[in-house]
């Protein structure tokens, strides 16, 4: 849990452009990794998503875990067009268009934003890496988090860390995606 709470200092102080913090942290434990490991082996057997079950059981195996998400339809307000959008304000109307999630994760996003999630989530790993606990970076298990509410109404994008201290590294040698 030391390691965890360094892991989200670290994402919360990563460098965000303009200087607004759109970046959302959780650590789950206990029953919150209970819950993302059964969601991600029920959407992985509903989807055929082989790698969503394998990932469950990693999570299910893990001794905390680090969730960091962001506010991707939060605009930085320089029309730079990374999102496919001619202006801030057009991605703006687009996001309000869209109001059920039908996917992992919800779109449009502001590129920046997402520039700022991946700084935020490389300064997490690297503290985890720092102390010598395993990780491995999550698609899946942010998008159950995500479908969770772990992160809240606004997050529209989330990637999870989980954790494990063993004399091997359980996110390795796993079994292969068929």
Known sequence: MTVATLMSLAARTAPKAKGVDTILVHILTGKEIQAVSNHLAETGE???????VRDSKNIRACDACVVIGAKGQSVAGINCGACGYASCEELTRECKKRKDRTTDFSGPNCAIRMT??????????????????????????????????????DCSVAYAIPLSVT?????????PVK
């Open 46 to 52: 509903r989807r055929r998503v082989s790698f969503f």
């Open 116 to 153: 700022d999630l991946g700084i935020a989530l490389g300064s997490a790993v690297k503290t985890a890496q720092v102390h010598n606990v395993d990780n491995r970076i999550m698609y899946s298990a942010g998008t159950a988090a995500l479908f969770l509410g772990l992160l809240g109404k």
């Open 167 to 175: 004399g091997k590294n359980i996110f390795f040698d796993r079994e």
